[in-house]
């Protein structure tokens, strides 16, 4: 732990941010964010509504090529989408074992069914390798706008790839999305993989011909050593998970999505019937470019909240201090070390937490333990199996209920009226033993 962070002392630090104490040793907190804005008054931020458009639009371009080069794409016409299920059965048996009753509907973003990554990666992390392939493409006059896109597996586009390599850092899931649709393509593709890293998540890499180099340090280092590899080949692209704004805007459209599955399942989100969205966090690229969107179509009737482990609550340090990238967990003594691995992330995102900063309505921490109890009570309550990473929107609801959050927002008399998404970010390639081993540890916890 340092004794001075950015020229304070950390009891200066503590009297100026009274939640910091509980932070530093360990205890979930809900934090509201005090610096969050009616959308009239935020100010003008470094991505628009008229960006998530045209990402939505050039994910329909490559529609064609994913329904040929992926055909678990084919039933949803090569759109890369997942389910939003009611889960009645869970809320009841949350309401059971945490004792802290809520009101509203409950719903599950299934992203840990998203087809190609297996995981919320695949929104944004295969959207950035789409738009570089499409860019590449047109400016060496191979491509336009109008073509059909299936020609992205013609030989003649794979081999032009080859020449070009692609890098990433990351704790397991991004490279598992970056690897996947870079080496179909046929590009040159290094990941770079911290400590955390799943050993299965490598050997499948590897399987695809991907180059995997692994690192003993946490996600700072993998994608610090990741961008220095990468910017040294003149034909190489870094995607970088600290800076991106085309990874940000994969994620957004996910909003698009989401309004449609709404409307499509009679859930109204007005001044009368508020959303609440419960975001689990890493480095703040997937949640905030989530909640940036959701933001864009619902305004001020969605309120986003982000989740991170109590060990690694970057973004929440960030955005509290207002110091955002230039902290990290470890300045303030902690560790970093949690069993959700798509969410091992010490320092956060500058672009996205630039973003965040008036948008979020708070952040709360979880315990791994608790991660584990919630993925077996969802296994049990409605058959969806999830990586623990993905079980950590399942506790939105009652941590909000306990909060003074309701309140402070004078929504005490529309929550009857509400709908809860926890947002599940994870787990569908997760092999059969290791989905088997987080249900069992789950159970046991609760037992
Ligand atoms: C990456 C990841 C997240 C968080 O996304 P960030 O962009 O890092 O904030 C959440 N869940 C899972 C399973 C992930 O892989």
Same mark, same amino acid.
């Given at each position: 732990?340092?004794?001075? /962070?950015?020229? @304070? =002392?950390?009891?200066?630090?503590?009297? $100026?941010?009274?939640?910091?104490?509980?932070?530093?040793?360990?205890?979930? %907190?809900?934090?509201?964010?005090?610096?969050?804005?009616?959308?009239?008054? *935020?100010?003008?931020?470094?991505?628009?509504?008229?960006?998530?458009?045209?990402?939505?639009?050039?994910?329909?371009?490559?529609? #064609?090529?994913?329904? @040929?080069?992926?055909?678990?794409?084919?039933?949803?016409?090569?759109?890369?989408?997942?389910?939003?299920?009611?889960?009645?059965?869970? @809320?009841?048996?949350?309401?059971?074992?945490?004792?802290?009753?809520?009101?509203?509907?409950?719903?599950?973003?299934?992203?840990?069914?998203?087809?190609?990554?297996?995981? +919320?990666?695949?929104?944004?992390? /295969?959207? $950035?390798?789409? @738009?570089?392939?499409?860019?590449?493409?047109?400016?060496?006059?191979?491509?336009?706008?109008?073509?059909?896109?299936?020609?992205?597996?013609?030989?003649?586009?794979? !081999?032009?790839?080859?020449?070009?390599?692609? &890098? %990433?850092?990351?704790?397991?899931?991004?490279?598992?999305?970056? &690897?996947?649709? =870079?080496?179909?393509?046929?590009?040159?593709?290094?990941?770079?993989?911290?400590?955390?890293?799943?050993?299965?998540?490598?050997?499948?890499?590897? !399987?695809?011909?991907?180059?995997?180099?692994?690192?003993?340090?946490?996600?700072?280092?993998?994608?610090?050593?990741?961008?220095?590899?990468?910017? $040294?080949?003149?034909?190489?692209?870094? +995607?970088?998970?600290?800076?991106?704004?085309?990874?940000?805007?994969?994620?957004?459209?996910?909003?698009?999505?989401?309004?449609?599955?709404?409307?499509?399942?009679?859930?109204? %989100?007005?001044?009368?019937?508020?959303?609440? /969205?419960?975001?689990?966090?890493?480095?703040?690229?997937?949640?905030?470019?989530?909640?940036?969107?959701?933001?864009?179509?619902? &305004?001020?009737? /969605?309120?986003?909240?982000?989740?991170? #482990?109590?060990?690694?609550?970057?973004?929440?340090?960030?955005?509290?201090?207002?110091?955002?990238?230039?902290?990290?967990?470890?300045?303030?003594?902690?560790?970093?070390?949690? $069993?959700?691995?798509?969410?091992?992330?010490?320092?956060?995102?500058?672009?996205?937490?630039?973003?965040?900063?008036?948008?979020?309505?708070? +952040?709360?921490? +979880?315990?791994?333990?608790?991660?584990?109890?919630?993925?077996?009570?969802?296994?049990?309550?409605?058959?969806?199996? *999830?990586? #623990?990473?993905?079980?950590?929107?399942?506790?939105?609801?009652?941590?909000?209920? &306990?909060? =003074?959050?309701?309140?402070?927002?004078?929504?005490?008399?529309?929550?009857?009226?509400?709908?809860?998404?926890?947002? =599940?970010?994870?787990?569908?390639?997760?092999?059969?033993?290791?989905?088997?081993?987080?249900?069992?540890?789950?159970?046991?916890?609760?037992?």
């Amino acid at each position: 732990m340092k004794q001075n /962070v950015h020229g @304070k =002392s950390l009891t200066e630090w503590q009297a $100026e941010f009274p939640l910091l104490k509980n932070i530093m040793d360990l205890h979930p %907190v809900f934090w509201t964010n005090g610096k969050q804005l009616p959308m009239k008054e *935020v100010p003008p931020l470094p991505v628009t509504r008229e960006d998530i458009i045209e990402a939505d639009k050039r994910w329909k371009r490559f529609a #064609p090529f994913f329904e @040929k080069a992926f055909p678990e794409t084919k039933a949803a016409k090569g759109l890369i989408e997942s389910p939003l299920r009611h889960i009645p059965h869970m @809320k009841k048996r949350l309401k059971d074992y945490y004792n802290e009753p809520f009101q509203g509907n409950l719903y599950l973003k299934c992203d840990n069914e998203l087809p190609v990554a297996g995981s +919320i990666k695949a929104r944004g992390g /295969v959207y $950035e390798v789409l @738009k570089h392939a499409e860019d590449l493409a047109i400016a060496n006059g191979l491509l336009k706008k109008d073509d059909n896109y299936e020609i992205f597996t013609d030989p003649a586009f794979t !081999s032009f790839f080859s020449q070009y390599s692609i &890098g %990433v850092g990351s704790t397991g899931n991004l490279a598992l999305s970056i &690897g996947t649709i =870079s080496a179909k393509l046929g590009f040159n593709v290094n990941v770079h993989m911290s400590g955390d890293a799943k050993q299965w998540k490598k050997e499948l890499l590897r !399987s695809k011909g991907v180059n995997v180099y692994e690192y003993n340090g946490d996600f700072s280092e993998a994608i610090t050593e990741g961008r220095k590899q990468t910017l $040294e080949d003149p034909n190489g692209y870094f +995607i970088d998970d600290e800076h991106s704004k085309d990874l940000f805007l994969g994620y957004s459209v996910a909003a698009l999505r989401l309004k449609e599955q709404l409307l499509g399942q009679g859930v109204k %989100v007005d001044r009368d019937h508020p959303l609440f /969205v419960y975001l689990p966090c890493g480095v703040g690229g997937s949640p905030g470019g989530i909640a940036f969107g959701l933001k864009q179509i619902f &305004g001020d009737y /969605v309120y986003c909240i982000f989740v991170e #482990p109590t060990h690694s609550p970057s973004v929440l340090i960030g955005l509290m201090t207002g110091e955002e990238d230039k902290v990290s967990v470890q300045d303030f003594g902690i560790d970093n070390r949690t $069993e959700a691995d798509g969410l091992a992330v010490g320092r956060p995102s500058s672009f996205a937490s630039e973003i965040s900063r008036h948008l979020i309505s708070g +952040i709360f921490t +979880i315990e791994d333990d608790d991660l584990y109890k919630l993925l077996a009570i969802l296994a049990d309550s409605e058959g969806i199996r *999830v990586e #623990p990473s993905a079980a950590a929107g399942l506790m939105g609801p009652a941590k909000l209920a &306990g909060a =003074s959050f309701i309140k402070k927002h004078r929504l005490d008399d529309k929550m009857g009226k509400s709908a809860h998404i926890a947002w =599940s970010t994870g787990g569908n390639l997760v092999p059969e033993g290791g989905m088997d081993r987080f249900y069992q540890k789950g159970k046991g916890l609760l037992r």
